[in-house]
């Protein structure tokens, strides 16, 4: 089997890291509408113009980073095992997410639905990475 371009195991740990700091970023973005005020600019787009805030940006980017690079780095002994259950994961992950999806198109609307495709930008990742984690425990746990 061919093996898969993967980020350095290290990659993982940084990723792991980012955590705390994006998490935090986003909930208090979504739930108290908190905004870095040195990342406010004028976009002068329109009749009126609009302030914005890079914050919600600023923490869906480092969500994303951070996702991937836990999801895409190596582990510490890669072998073909490994790369099968990660292929296996990740076709779960689709799978799960597109069920996800279609559940969600029938049961929200409007504006409702706009932040439901918001969070559905990292379902695929978080649910890649959840999978493939009990799959590895229950294979080290097997094989012990």
Same mark, same amino acid.
């Given at each position: 089997?061919?093996?898969?371009?993967l980020?350095?195991? /290290?990659?993982?740990? @940084?990723g792991?890291? %980012? =955590?705390l700091?994006?998490l935090t970023?986003?909930?208090?973005?979504?739930?108290?509408d908190?905004?870095?005020?040195?990342?406010?600019?004028?976009?002068?787009?329109?009749?009126?113009?609009?302030n914005d805030?890079l914050?919600d940006?600023?923490?869906? /980017?480092?969500?994303? @980073?951070?996702?991937? %690079? =836990?999801?895409f780095?190596?582990?510490?002994?890669?072998?073909?095992a490994?790369q099968f259950?990660r292929?296996a994961?990740?076709?779960?992950?689709?799978?799960?997410?597109?069920i996800?999806?279609?559940?969600c198109?029938?049961?929200w609307?409007?504006?409702?639905f706009?932040s439901?495709?918001t969070?559905n930008?990292?379902?695929i990742?978080?649910?890649f990475?959840?999978r493939f984690?009990?799959v590895?425990?229950q294979?080290?746990?097997?094989s012990?």
């Amino acid at each position: 089997m061919q093996k898969l371009p993967l980020l350095p195991h /290290v990659c993982q740990k @940084i990723g792991f890291v %980012l =955590i705390l700091p994006f998490l935090t970023l986003g909930i208090a973005f979504v739930g108290w509408d908190y905004n870095i005020s040195w990342l406010s600019y004028h976009n002068g787009a329109g009749l009126l113009g609009t302030n914005d805030n890079l914050t919600d940006e600023i923490a869906a /980017v480092g969500t994303i @980073i951070r996702l991937m %690079l =836990i999801a895409f780095s190596k582990e510490k002994i890669e072998d073909e095992a490994i790369q099968f259950f990660r292929l296996a994961s990740l076709q779960w992950a689709v799978i799960v997410n597109y069920i996800i999806l279609m559940v969600c198109i029938l049961v929200w609307y409007g504006v409702a639905f706009l932040s439901v495709m918001t969070y559905n930008m990292f379902t695929i990742l978080f649910i890649f990475i959840i999978r493939f984690r009990v799959v590895l425990f229950q294979y080290n746990k097997a094989s012990v």
